[in-house]
């Protein structure tokens, strides 16, 4: 027999999502979400990362060869070949291209087809030079 008034226990509890979308009940508050900062990621950046990891997806024989990724990606093998030459730019610039400011309003500052004839030259030395042209024609 439970009487009124007497002793109450009291702690935090929240719900999450649990195995085939059972909500669970778990103790403590609830854990605060990271915060995102505002703006996008620009496509670029995002081009880059999907270089590195189609690279690497390669390397591990994960997928045989572009024919493959462009298969599953349902894109064409040119299209491959314009993300996956990224990465012949100069490691600094990998690195800029994938740490760019996000993009708050209007459209991305630099894009894909502007890195293109940069990517095409052979030189290192050449990529800083034009991508310090871009980048200040650009004001990132």
């Not at 997928?63 to 600094?92: H, P």
Request: aromatic share 4%; glycine share 8%; net charge positive.
């Amino acid at each position: 027999m439970i009487r009124a008034g007497g002793p109450t226990l009291e702690f935090k509890v929240h719900f999450s999502n649990g195995d085939k979308g059972r909500r669970r009940l778990k103790r403590g508050a609830r854990p605060t979400p990271p915060s995102v900062k505002p703006g996008r990621v620009p496509r670029i950046s995002r081009l880059m990362a999907l270089a590195i990891r189609y690279d690497d997806l390669i390397r591990q024989g994960i997928v045989k060869d572009y024919a493959d990724l462009a298969r599953l990606g349902g894109v064409s093998r040119a299209r491959i070949s314009q993300i996956m030459d990224l990465l012949n730019l100069a490691s600094e610039l990998q690195e800029a291209i994938l740490f760019l400011p996000r993009t708050t309003k209007g459209c991305d500052s630099i894009r894909e087809r502007n890195v293109r004839p940069i990517a095409a030259i052979p030189l290192w030395s050449r990529h800083r030079e034009m991508w310090e042209k871009l980048t200040a024609e650009r004001m990132i």
